[in-house]
């Protein structure tokens, strides 16, 4: 996993702080997303995997998606989704994970990253 | 709801800075299999290599998605040029218009870019309707020189370079539209990823006629004419290529080889030859309709993830954005 850099403040505060409420969050920085993820199981088949329970969630852990072989050996290899990790994930899907099928460009804005772990964190 | 926006953008709008390009120089592996010559270039490392445009004098544009460029490959000596596209930059598709220019999706700056041909002096028009990121994905020129383009955001839209007008509509199913194409009769076509439909675009209005695939959420990713006007798809959910003659509203459709293949682009080539790239097989695919079969040529990199095609008469061209290589195939000479 790569070090995070400038977001080390960042992910202090995902240690500290309590879940998210759902209407706490900026909600708009999911819509791009929406596209191809939906945040509950269930309903019509999207492009890619759903994202319910993503933070704690094994890495590839839709059983209902096949994922990039990248992706399906981090899981492997025990990787989990932590606040953390998403994080990192979200700054540069390639970098850490080469070969993934996503092709979201980096997210190098660390408030909107921080806006999208509150979604997806959030019950 | 169907929303429309209309505004005519000053001239020039919004100039990138100064034009910076970097000399480069990619490096070129060749093999051969099938028949057929391989040609890959690793172009830059980091820079996402991914949609690409031929142009007529042998070189060709492709999008840095992951580093915000739009890249000029000279496949003759491996010399690259390099556009930064600004701040934020994030292209996606990218075209050569009828004046010669590189157009691009640039979905970063949630914009339409125009890199000149001759001096890469970066123009960007910003979209000025539909959600603040449309996640602007691909475009094409209609045969009056208006280009029209796709947002995954739900968006459709057009602009005129000559006047600078650029209408946003919002799209049918909302999320989806993805891949866009003109046949060779005039008429512009698009599909939608998340909403598994293919569209007509009424030019005149830009109101879309969908038609529906008939298989259930297949996940039209995107599509491409072939000479008499026949719409190929690549399907991402289900595996298949499937193409439409709107000649008489049929369908046919064919499962790509493999246990679970993942169809994610498609280009026609001059011969009407259908190229499709495989992400389950980390393989482009070649498919013969006259024969309806297919030959695959697999990567010889893990996740190479080519997401686009496009070419010239025998040559298609792909970008391997998971290795950040360009990869050219064509047949080898008897």
Request: aromatic share 8%.
């Given at each position: 996993?790569?070090?995070?850099?400038?977001?080390?403040?960042?992910?202090?505060?995902?240690?500290?702080?309590?879940?998210?409420?759902?209407?706490?969050?900026?909600?708009?920085?999911?819509?791009?997303?929406?596209?191809?993820?939906?945040?509950?199981?269930?309903?019509?088949?999207?492009?890619?995997?759903?994202?319910?329970?993503?933070?704690?969630?094994?890495?590839?852990?839709?059983?209902?998606?096949?994922?990039?072989?990248?992706?399906?050996?981090?899981?492997?290899?025990?990787?989990?989704?932590?606040?953390?990790?998403?994080?990192?994930?979200?700054?540069?899907?390639?970098?850490?994970?080469?070969?993934?099928?996503?092709?979201?460009?980096?997210?190098?804005?660390?408030?909107?990253r921080a806006d999208l772990l509150c979604?997806?964190?959030?019950? | 709801?169907?929303?429309?926006?209309?505004?005519?953008?000053?001239?020039?709008?919004?100039?990138?800075?100064?034009?910076?390009?970097?000399?480069?120089?990619?490096?070129?592996?060749?093999?051969?299999?099938?028949?057929?010559?391989?040609?890959?270039?690793?172009?830059?490392?980091?820079?996402?290599?991914?949609?690409?445009?031929?142009?007529?004098?042998?070189?060709?544009?492709?999008?840095?998605?992951?580093?915000?460029?739009?890249?000029?490959?000279?496949?003759?000596?491996?010399?690259?040029?390099?556009?930064?596209?600004?701040?934020?930059?994030?292209?996606?598709?990218?075209?050569?218009?009828?004046?010669?220019?590189?157009?691009?999706?640039?979905?970063?700056?949630?914009?339409?870019?125009?890199?000149?041909?001759?001096?890469?002096?970066?123009?960007?028009?910003?979209?000025?309707?539909?959600?603040?990121?449309?996640?602007?994905?691909?475009?094409?020129f209609d045969k009056q020189g208006t280009?029209?383009?796709?947002?995954?955001?739900?968006?459709?839209?057009?602009?005129?370079?000559?006047?600078?007008?650029?209408?946003?509509?919002?799209?049918?199913?909302?999320?989806?539209?993805?891949?866009?194409?003109?046949?060779?009769?005039?008429?512009?076509?698009?599909?939608?990823?998340?909403?598994?439909?293919?569209?007509?675009?009424?030019?005149?209005?830009?109101?879309?006629?969908?038609?529906?695939?008939?298989?259930?959420?297949?996940?039209?990713?995107?599509?491409?004419?072939?000479?008499?006007?026949?719409?190929?798809?690549?399907?991402?959910?289900?595996?298949?290529?499937?193409?439409?003659?709107?000649?008489?509203?049929?369908?046919?459709?064919?499962?790509?080889?493999?246990?679970?293949?993942?169809?994610?682009?498609?280009?026609?080539d001059d011969r009407d030859a259908v190229?499709?790239?495989?992400?389950?097989?980390?393989?482009?695919?070649?498919?013969?309709?006259?024969?309806?079969?297919?030959?695959?040529?697999?990567?010889?990199?893990?996740?190479?993830?080519?997401?686009?095609?496009?070419?010239?008469?025998?040559?298609?061209?792909?970008?391997?954005?998971?290795?950040?290589?360009?990869?050219?195939?064509?047949?080898?000479?008897?």
């Amino acid at each position: 996993m790569p070090v995070l850099r400038s977001t080390a403040g960042l992910v202090a505060v995902f240690l500290v702080a309590p879940l998210a409420q759902a209407q706490d969050c900026n909600r708009q920085v999911f819509e791009p997303c929406q596209a191809c993820h939906a945040l509950a199981p269930g309903g019509p088949q999207k492009p890619g995997p759903h994202l319910a329970g993503l933070i704690g969630r094994k890495v590839a852990g839709d059983q209902a998606f096949d994922y990039s072989p990248a992706l399906r050996a981090a899981r492997d290899k025990g990787d989990v989704w932590t606040k953390e990790r998403l994080d990192a994930f979200l700054s540069d899907t390639e970098a850490m994970y080469p070969g993934g099928w996503m092709g979201s460009p980096p997210i190098r804005d660390a408030k909107q990253r921080a806006d999208l772990l509150c979604v997806l964190g959030t019950p | 709801m169907r929303r429309r926006h209309l505004l005519a953008l000053s001239a020039g709008a919004l100039a990138a800075p100064a034009l910076i390009t970097r000399p480069a120089r990619a490096a070129v592996e060749t093999r051969e299999l099938n028949g057929y010559r391989i040609r890959t270039f690793n172009v830059r490392a980091g820079s996402g290599s991914r949609d690409v445009a031929c142009n007529a004098d042998g070189t060709v544009w492709f999008c840095g998605q992951r580093d915000g460029t739009l890249n000029l490959l000279d496949p003759r000596d491996g010399g690259l040029k390099v556009v930064p596209l600004g701040q934020g930059a994030a292209p996606h598709g990218v075209i050569v218009g009828p004046d010669g220019a590189a157009w691009v999706t640039e979905g970063g700056q949630n914009s339409i870019a125009r890199v000149d041909a001759k001096d890469h002096r970066v123009q960007l028009w910003k979209l000025n309707g539909g959600p603040s990121n449309a996640n602007l994905n691909t475009l094409v020129f209609d045969k009056q020189g208006t280009l029209w383009f796709t947002g995954q955001g739900g968006v459709i839209g057009r602009f005129e370079p000559k006047t600078e007008k650029m209408q946003v509509w919002d799209a049918p199913k909302g999320y989806g539209p993805y891949g866009i194409a003109l046949t060779p009769q005039g008429t512009i076509w698009y599909v939608s990823l998340a909403g598994n439909y293919l569209a007509q675009i009424d030019t005149a209005t830009g109101k879309p006629r969908i038609v529906e695939p008939p298989t259930p959420q297949q996940g039209a990713r995107r599509v491409w004419s072939d000479s008499q006007g026949r719409l190929w798809i690549s399907e991402w959910n289900s595996g298949q290529v499937s193409m439409h003659d709107p000649k008489d509203a049929s369908w046919k459709q064919w499962k790509l080889p493999g246990e679970r293949p993942r169809c994610y682009s498609v280009y026609v080539d001059d011969r009407d030859a259908v190229w499709l790239t495989d992400f389950s097989a980390n393989a482009i695919v070649r498919f013969d309709p006259r024969t309806e079969t297919f030959v695959s040529f697999p990567s010889d990199k893990s996740g190479a993830n080519v997401r686009q095609m496009a070419g010239r008469p025998g040559e298609a061209w792909g970008g391997e954005s998971g290795t950040n290589r360009i990869v050219a195939i064509d047949k080898l000479q008897a």
